[in-house]
């Protein structure tokens, strides 16, 4: 069994969701999310999108540097991640279109666990 800060460090969550078929970066822009690196997408609307599950990480120096880690998967079936600081740091634009999803009801689908 792995210790629980070693099973919540970053990039061992980030292998886990990447062996879980979480492998898109997906990004926020004029409110419609993203996948990087394919700009012909046209982008999904917050009721295309669930919330698998989210991780916070506090930064090892500063307990205020902390960010959080969405596993998305969209209507078509992509999955991956996206990432945002937490608080006064965050990414308005992510942090409201995953606040509009959440509002959808439609966060917190773990069945990929």
Known sequence: MQDKEEERSLVNVERKLN???????????????????DDRAKGYAPEEVTIVDFYRFEGESNPDDMSILYAIQTADGVKGTISTAYGTYGDTDVDSFLKTVEDLGKDLDKSHK
């Open 19 to 37: 062996a879980d078929g979480f492998t898109a970066d997906f990004r926020v822009t004029e409110g419609r999310l993203f996948p990087m690196g």
